[in-house]
């Protein structure tokens, strides 16, 4: 396979607001490529491909930038070591809890055998991360991120040397034969553990930052350089004194949020500059570090989406783009009865990898790289100081300015798109033949769209749940967070931890309640990162909706909205109302078509009631005049829309609404996190929701104290499946418990069938990429 044309001067909008500008020549790769090696002589290549779908190594040729040769594996994670003869390849197995060996043989990759530490998940939770190789004692070190270790291999014999507990989950390790150590960067430590090869202690460990990921040692082998994805840095460890000496900021304004997510590093062969992947601002930060301590920056280069690794070898720099160039449509439709394969294209992992390859820019391509990545991104320091806005409406633009409105209602629902729900509205941009759940199934959101706002270009951040929550939340996903879920969701193992219950997960300065804590202002959860009355991070502790469930689907959000109107009466008659509220009403997920629960219609229908309840009690209550209420979708996976997958549904309810007006501006999840914080009064969480439009087009300057009246269910909620048939077989096969457990091609296909009837065929659902030459515009994927 032979490089593409050359990518520069394209210009790629994506749904998050956000543009890519990829340069140089390139090669498609796998799903979500999460690292890659280069040989000792620098010919050859081994990527490992360890997303959603089929996970994967490949082998290229360096020389004439070709792929050699691509092994399918059962799982794989970020792991992998080469030999300095180039004919064997160690690659982590993730949650199967093993290393595979490759043997390679003229330049074919042949699976030979495997190292086991433990045995697969469920029954070991030890999950191989990063791993180096050390040839003088024929050793493998192994860490892993879920039991928290080191593990070592005497390559001879092929058995488990050793096993040592580390401080925190552990992202990778690097041997260095010079000073003869081995580093590791904790990855839920914020630090790098540095241990004695000889006895495998633990020497000391050295704090660097939040979430530390890919390590690189100088070549003079003086200088450690630790990737930290949620500090927008690199640190710089003087490895004589294993001092840090240095904190280059990575990220493209002095003291911006998080956002960047430097995730991985290079080093020019002379050792004179350091290429850092930013993975979430699409590009490489490039500093001049031929002196220790006095490193300096040079510039940027763009990238295509999400560049999770970089390597420099054969007088080029190699980038391997996690989520490719681009979104696109996906012509192949999803089939529930036949196993899913790597043509089937699903929200997931339908963004290929891609590797960028192009030669170290000059000073003038330098500024000009750095002149693309600049226009790519939509922060900058005055968009976090000064929002978009009206100057004379209820939103203000800076932070600390009064707003009228003083209570914030916050909805989170699960997984629908605008087609599902409003593509009948002959108003909006919809397409009626993909509307699911029309007006007699959703009365109250068509009635909420139609007397307040109807907004057809909205767009959710994420892809899934795991996602989904965290952007809804905190305006960003960590670099665990985006690396992890693919795992899970590919059926591979892993547990759902991605609601507050682990710590790793959270971005750096926590979630929007986290915000609030510290601006000492009140706050409250239902069923949001909660369940009943247990909350599930610290900062939730106290603040959780009396006896209020999370996500069961066995539970009715009208019995939800019981148990939230019983708390808010109580809370309203002590005057303790919190100023803001998060509430979870996730049953328009549904049960697909299990045999004995509720028909995908009743549970949407449900749904709507338990929304239009809550507009309706919180409008005729005494403190309308100053309330605002935002009704979002954490994601939109679950269904085919006719724009793009990410485009989702948002009502927004206040008197300060605009009433029966369609607004076609581009907004984003950040967007409406935006809007939240100026109204309260918070400093943005992330570069995503700093450079975001807030809603200041749905919002008029005087208010209308007119309430909302809910309308009744148009079905019955109680409508049960009742037909015993492969749908309602494949139902029960799924697991439904938490959120995203099922596949979700498969899930929503079963959704699409059970509503329109067995012989329907579900449309493939769309990826819009919006393409930009020069100055003219054009939509693909249409």
Known sequence: ???????????????????????????????????????????????????????????????????????????????????????????????????????????????????????????????????????????????????????????????????????????TCVYDPDGDRLYISLWDGGAVAVMDTDQLDLLETIPVGYHPNELLVHPEGDRLFVACADENAVAVIDLENNTVIEQLNCALYPDAPTGSTTNSLAISEDGEFLFAANADNNCLAVFEVEDPGNSRSMGFIPTGWYPTVVRTAADRIWVANGKGFTSKPNPKGPNPYESRTEETEYIASLFPGTLSIFAMPGPDSLNYYTDLVYGNTPYTKEKEALAEGDPNGPIPRRVGEPSPIKYVFYVIKENRTYDQIFGDIPEGNGDPSLCLFPDSVSPNHHALANSFVLLDNFYVDAEVSADGHNWSMGAYATDYTEKIWPTSYGGRGGTYDFEGQREISYPKAGYIWDYCKRADISYRTYGEFANLNEAYMKSLEGHTGKDFPGYNLSIKDTLRFNRWRADFDSLLAADAVPRFNTIRFGNDHTAGARRGLPTPAAMVADNDLAVGLLVDYISHSPIWQESAIFIVEDDAQNGPDHVDAHRSVLMVASPYTRRNAVVSSMYSTASVLRTIELILGLPPMSQYDAAATPLYACFQQNADLTPYNHLDNRIDLNTLNTADNRLSQRSWELNLDKEDQAPDLLFSEIIWKTVRGEDAVMPAPKRGAFIRVGEEEEEEGE
Do not use: C
């Not at 491909?49 to 994670?77: C, F, M, R, V, Y």
């Not at 197995?93 to 045995?119: C, F, P, T, Y």
């Open 1 to 171: 396979m032979s490089p593409a044309a050359m990518t520069d001067g394209r210009r790629v909008d994506l749904p998050n607001g956000w543009s890519l500008s990829p340069v140089g020549r390139s090669l498609p790769l796998g799903d979500f490529p999460l690292n890659m090696v280069v040989s000792a002589e620098s010919r050859r290549m081994a990527v490992t491909n360890n997303g959603q779908s089929i996970h994967s190594l490949q082998w290229i040729d360096l020389e004439n930038e070709t792929l050699l040769d691509t092994l399918e594996i059962p799982a794989g994670w970020m792991g992998l070591a080469l030999n300095s003869s180039g004919d064997r390849l160690y690659a982590s197995a993730g949650e199967q809890n093993k290393v595979w060996i490759i043997d390679i043989r003229e330049d074919r990759l042949v699976l030979s055998d495997s190292l086991l530490l433990g045995d697969p998940w469920p029954r070991d939770t030890i999950s191989v991360a990063g791993m180096s190789l050390d040839e003088s004692r024929n050793r493998l070190y192994v860490v892993t991120k879920r039991d928290s270790a080191l593990y070592t291999f005497d390559l001879e014999r092929g058995e488990l040397d050793r096993r040592v507990d580390l401080p925190a989950a552990a992202y």
